[in-house]
């Protein structure tokens, strides 16, 4: 089980949500992939996967982008705390 904060969960959804806004841009097909994470991201127990995880930080890359949106120190503070989560044994 992952425990965020509701910031947290805030931020992973705001990256959920520009990714989405892309996949469909592009008319990918990848969106069930995306909703699944979104779906366990509101959730109060969250349970992702090493790759749901590793997806999400490459998804939080796109507030890096977004300096005036976003606080890059949240950003970066939460990228840092997921990849612990893939490195635990």
Same mark, same amino acid.
């Given at each position: ?6 910031? #947290?969960?805030?931020? /992973?959804?705001?990256? $959920?949500?520009? &990714?989405?806004?892309?996949?469909? %841009?592009?008319?990918? =097909?990848?969106?069930? #992939?995306?909703?699944? /994470?979104?779906?366990? $991201?509101?959730? &109060?127990?969250?349970?992702?996967? %090493?790759?749901?995880? =590793? ?35």
């Amino acid at each position: 089980m992952i425990n965020l904060t509701k910031a #947290e969960k805030d931020l /992973i959804l705001a990256a $959920i949500k520009i &990714e989405k806004e892309v996949k469909e %841009r592009f008319n990918d =097909d990848e969106s069930e #992939e995306i909703e699944e /994470i979104e779906l366990e $991201i509101t959730k &109060e127990n969250i349970f992702l996967s %090493r790759i749901q995880i =590793d997806v999400i930080i490459y998804y939080l890359g796109a507030l890096l982008d977004r300096r005036e949106m976003f606080d890059q120190g949240d950003v970066l503070s939460l990228e840092s705390k997921l990849e612990q989560l893939i490195e635990l044994p």
